[in-house]
């Protein structure tokens, strides 16, 4: 029986090779599978590479021109190979935020003068925000040296400080620089706006063809 099959094997590879490699320099690759069949294809399937049986690989004319041997990955490998698709994955995610921006910006905006005035706009409105902390910054320093104006006098004349002006200086100093570091938040989104809509201003000028001559 295990004659006549390798007798079918020999007299159908040529067939088989001419089914799998329609074009010049196509690889084939033949193996057989634990239960002693014999299967030709492209590839050696998943399930059948890292077995230990017989893999050829053939040419055109059904000869042997290699002895393929799988070998298990390593853990560097399969590291290596994961650290390939988590970048590929991340490139995937970085380029569909772009398109997803792209569709924004020529769906949003008409003009490139309708995005600078909604990026000065924006600015101008955190401008305000700004001057509203300032006033309160000055209001507080205008309170905070009367309060330490009394407290010098107190121990001028020998009293002494109660805690609740002490308490009182302590909340001024504080509302001061809540505020003070409010105004630098504000600077600091101020900064990040503008170079968003620089950004966008550029990516919408190339998007429309705008520079072009």
């Known amino acids: 029986m295990r004659t006549t099959i390798r007798l079918l094997s020999i007299l159908l590879l040529p067939v088989a090779v001419a089914m799998f490699a329609p074009t010049a320099g196509a690889a084939i690759y033949k193996w057989v599978d634990k239960d002693g069949n014999t299967h030709f294809g492209s590839s050696i399937p998943p399930e059948y590479a890292k077995q230990d049986t017989k893999k050829e690989r053939l040419n055109e004319q059904g000869q042997v021109v290699e002895i393929v041997q799988e070998k298990e990955k390593t853990p560097e490998q399969l590291a290596e190979e ?8 991340a490139r995937q995610k970085e380029l569909e935020r772009q398109r997803t921006n792209d569709r924004l910006l020529v769906t949003t905006y008409e003009s490139v003068d309708q995005l600078e005035m909604t990026r000065d706009g924006k600015i101008k409105a955190l401008e305000g925000q700004i001057t509203v902390a300032d006033g309160q910054i000055r209001e507080r320093e205008a309170l905070l040296e009367r309060q330490r104006a009394s407290a010098a006098k107190l121990e001028r004349s020998g009293g002494k400080v109660n805690e609740k002006l002490l308490k009182d200086i302590a909340t001024t100093e504080d509302q001061i620089a809540r505020n003070q570091k409010r105004i630098a ?17 550029t990516r919408y000028r190339l998007l429309k063809g705008l520079d072009k001559k």
């Open 185 to 201: 938040a504000l600077r600091a989104d101020q900064e990040r706006i503008h170079a968003k809509f620089e950004a966008d201003i």
């Open 82 to 89: 994961k650290r390939l698709e988590e970048e590929e994955a």
